[in-house]
């Protein structure tokens, strides 16, 4: 007989199962009330929101949490949603407004809005067959489509967090892969050989390639950065030859992370050179399309992405230019078979029978174990406004990134780094007849300034090491008025700066 752990029997606690989201009539009504109420705050957010941000800071907002004790007696709803208003709806930034164009935060389309609802609610754990029936043959069905609109016949993969995550899949298949194929050796096993593996990537690829080396023991060191040409695109004469000098090295080149659309110029690596290169030296070819990935979308624009077809792996973004809600995401690979390299079973979860028997369990593939539904967001939008109405929104962003790039180029008092590309412009306010002045000091107060008040947020970033402002646009109902008023914002931040001794230089 088990013992318990003490014999005194413990006293009974009231329970409200009225907080319980359940069949039961009370908790129906009380979820119809209180999703009302929390309805009322969003359209509120909406309705009373100007411009994209209130320009608070950290040391203003602290004082309102530090008051709170999350141990107190609980609160009415009401007063509890009122307190959020001020803690958070203030204040948060509205990606929704068109004088937002900061970083790379979409608005989101309704169908999305619903699927979060829905699947929020019916709390779906998409690891597992017995944890979510249909909706594993949702995120699947999705996954065949995305990897129709690459062009692989037969690819598979999986919804992810993000494009992190996506590319940490791609260099741990990478590894793997080539250590299981070319070497004979069984990380899963016996952990990372002692072989020098190198992945290869542009200057301005995106960060996580060399944090996921980090991650999976190879060492930041592993990924060697390949110059850009004048338009931001991997130098594929340069890739050759790094590739050459590593096998001279005695190292061994195992992928080529091929860009399309880089963080701050949007700019998209030779896939079609790429490919045939990694080819060439039999190397995993991963085209990380986490910014470009809206050009699936498109009709006028897709054939950019040419040669992504040659790809072992791709990462895309759904959050980002397909306009769905944080997060929604995919890795999509190839060969459906690479996957193995990173199933586990579980006796209590996944057995390896359930796989022979037909049941489809999507942690079979992932890095993760529970899993959100993200992949209905996705589905409700294609099914309920299509792809057609989704591509002519990406395809509006890019039109009025061509045309921000003309305002900028034909003002006085801005100088454009980049043509465009997809949806992200670097320039900086520079005047040609104001001498001895320090433009990087200034432009970044300039875009702190434009913070502080909120009336629009712009991104900053660096070109060879000197400080500058970035737009990326990506809400298609952005006008042409708009993007007038966030210059002049800008320029007129920058004129009574510019006034100011401190940015003088010394002759």
Known sequence: MFQTITD???????IDLSFLFSQHAESRLKYIQDIGKATDKV???????????SGIQPDDLQPSFDKIDLNDEPLPLEEVLDEL???????????HLPKY????????????????????????????WDQSAGGTLIEQKLIQWTADQIGFENGDGVFTSGGTQSNLMAALLMRDSFSYEQLGFDINKNGVPKEKLKIFSSEHSHFSTKKSAAILGLGQDAVISIPTDEDFKMRTDLLESAILQCISQGDFPIGVVATAGTTDYGSIDPIHLIGDI???????????????GGLLLSDEYKYLLDGIEKADSVTIDYHKTFFQTVSCSAFVVKNPNVLSLISHHADYLNPKDQKANGYPNQVDKSLQTTKRFDALKLWLTLRNMGKSQLGAYYDKTISLTKMAAEMIEAHSSFVLVNPPKLNCLVFRFEKSQHENIDWNTLN?????????????????TKYKGNNY???????????????????????????????????????
Request: a neutral charge; hydrophobic letters at 45%; charged letters at 25%.
């Open 8 to 14: 005194k029997p413990a006293k009974e606690k009231q």
């Open 43 to 53: 359209l509120g957010f909406l309705e009373e929101r100007t411009k994209p941000f």
């Open 85 to 95: 208003k001020h803690l958070y709806l203030d204040h948060a930034v509205a990606f």
């Open 101 to 128: 164009i900061a970083h790379l935060n979409c608005p989101t389309v309704i169908p999305s809005l619903v699927g979060e609802q829905i699947l929020s609610a019916v709390n779906s754990s998409l690891d597992t």
């Open 278 to 292: 990694a080819a060439r030296y039999q190397m995993w070819l991963h085209v990380d399309a986490a910014v470009g």
């Open 444 to 460: 970044k107060d300039i875009r702190k300034a434009l913070f502080y008040n909120g009336e629009a947020l712009v991104a900053a």
């Open 469 to 507: 402002l970035k737009f990326t646009i990506l809400n298609p109902s952005m006008t042409s008025a708009d993007l007038k008023e966030i210059l002049g914002l800008l320029e007129g931040l920058g004129l009574e700066l510019i006034k100011k001794l401190e940015y003088k230089l010394e002759n």
